[in-house]
């Protein structure tokens, strides 16, 4: 069992960064691929990135790709996601999953445990 909590957002202007992290409990942590996703109001959940349980793989959604950088460190069983160039188009609750000795898929039916979420808000 994972439990996974979020914490990091907030209210930013356009351009700035965040940095989301997403703790885990349970002792197997570095055995799972971790992915973040996000979902704004009205919209599917979309992938933005994912590390693989390795952390040697990584992933991005194409509307994320070269802004934001997704890591692990597995001695304090939490994985980031560095979010660089923020524009309101990145306004979106982003959750973090996990994937046991997953690859990093896109897929969200890859990733059987989630967390809450943390509300993200770029203003223009």
């Known amino acids: 069992q994972v439990q996974l909590v979020e914490s990091g957002g907030g209210l930013v202007q356009a351009g700035a960064s965040l940095r989301l992290a997403c703790a885990a409990s349970?002792?197997?942590?570095?055995?799972?691929?971790m992915g973040w996703f996000r979902q704004a109001p009205g919209k599917e959940r979309e992938f933005v990135g994912a590390?693989?349980?390795?952390?040697?793989?990584?992933n991005y959604g194409d509307s994320v790709k070269g802004r934001f950088t997704i890591s692990r460190d597995n001695a304090k069983k939490t994985v980031y996601l560095q979010m660089n160039s923020l524009n309101p188009e990145d306004t979106a609750v982003y959750y973090c999953?996990?994937?046991?000795?997953?690859?990093?898929?896109?897929?969200?039916?890859?990733?059987?445990?989630w967390g809450q979420g943390t509300q993200v808000t770029v203003s223009s």
């Open positions: 999953a996990a994937d046991r000795y997953g690859q990093g898929s896109g897929s969200r039916d890859e990733y059987y445990y």
């Open positions: 349970g002792a197997t942590f570095s055995t799972y691929a």
């Open positions: 590390v693989s349980w390795t952390g040697g793989h990584t």
